[in-house]
């Protein structure tokens, strides 16, 4: 018995399904991960803006003691 034409040709196509479906899950931990940092990153800048903003909004200015 030998093998048919289709066997090699049905071996590349699940090579190439099971390299897709590995690089595709790849792709998505990658994805993940930079969507985490940059979340990261966004909240924690917005929480040194705010909490430096809302620090210096309660310090009394120069104008709250200049004479009138």
């Not at 993940?32 to 200015?61: C, M, W």
């Amino acid at each position: 018995m030998y093998a048919s034409p289709q066997q090699p040709i049905q071996s590349k196509v699940y090579f190439i399904e099971d390299y897709l479906a590995m690089l595709s899950e790849d792709a998505d931990k990658l994805l993940e991960k930079l969507v985490r940092q940059l979340g990261d990153e966004i909240l924690t800048g917005y929480t040194a803006n705010t909490s430096r903003h809302s620090l210096t909004s309660f310090l009394p200015s120069d104008e709250d003691f200049s004479p009138t």
